[in-house]
DNA sequence: GCCAACGTTGGC
DNA sequence: GCCAACGTTGGC
C-alpha cells in the first residue's frame, strides 16, 4: 500500500469531473514522461492512496481524494492520430505509454499550494521542491496521514 | 507573459 | 557519450 499525488489540470479533469464521472472513475491519460510512466507500470497497485491536486491553474493544491482503481494497461490515446497525445512511434504491439484507472472517493475543501508550503510535516513532499514538475509523486505515509487528517 | 527548471532530441 | 538547442511544465 502505498500513497501518491497525481496533477491534473482541471480545465482537462477536475475534481468534480471526476466525481460526475461513473463510479466516480476515469482513465488517467496523457502522461507522456518516463519516470511518471514507470510509477503506474511498475508501482501503483489498486488500492493505493491518491492526492487529487490541481495545476496549472488560478489556485493551484490538492482538492480531494481518489484510489487507484486497476492495474496498468496501454493508453488509447497515444494511438489516435487526432489526439494531442498521439505518439506516433507506439504501436498496438509495442505501446510507449500507460493508463490506470483512477476513482475518486472524496472532493475536499482545496489546500492550496502556499499552505502546503506553510506545514512543517509536509517540507519534504516531491511536489514542494523546487523544480519538481513530475506529475505523479509519491507521498509517504507521515505526509499523507498530516494531508487527510487536517481536510477531515 | 515571464522565467526557472527539467526532459528530450539530434549532431558530432 | 557529450552537450547545445529546443520544448514543456507550472507557479507567479
Request: glycine share 6%.
Amino acid at each position: 500500500m502505498q500513497y501518491w499525488l497525481m496533477k491534473s489540470e482541471p480545465d482537462d479533469v477536475s475534481i468534480d469531473d471526476l466525481m460526475a464521472s461513473p463510479n466516480h472513475t476515469t482513465a488517467w491519460y496523457g502522461v507522456r514522461n518516463y519516470q511518471a510512466r514507470n510509477f503506474m507500470r511498475d508501482q501503483m497497485q489498486p488500492g493505493d492512496g491518491v492526492l487529487f491536486y490541481h495545476s496549472s491553474c488560478p489556485q493551484p493544491g490538492i482538492a480531494g481524494l481518489a484510489v487507484i482503481a486497476s492495474g496498468p494497461y496501454p493508453d488509447a490515446s497515444q494511438f489516435d492520430p487526432n489526439s494531442h497525445y498521439h505518439d506516433p512511434k507506439a504501436t498496438q504491439e509495442q505501446p510507449r505509454w500507460i493508463s490506470i484507472d483512477v476513482q475518486g472517493t472524496q472532493k475536499t475543501r482545496l489546500l492550496p499550494l502556499a499552505e502546503m508550503r506553510s506545514i512543517a510535516a509536509l517540507e519534504d513532499m516531491l511536489v514542494l521542491q523546487k523544480g519538481s514538475r513530475l506529475s505523479i509523486t509519491p507521498v509517504t505515509p507521515a505526509q499523507w496521514k498530516a494531508i487527510v487528517t487536517l481536510l477531515a
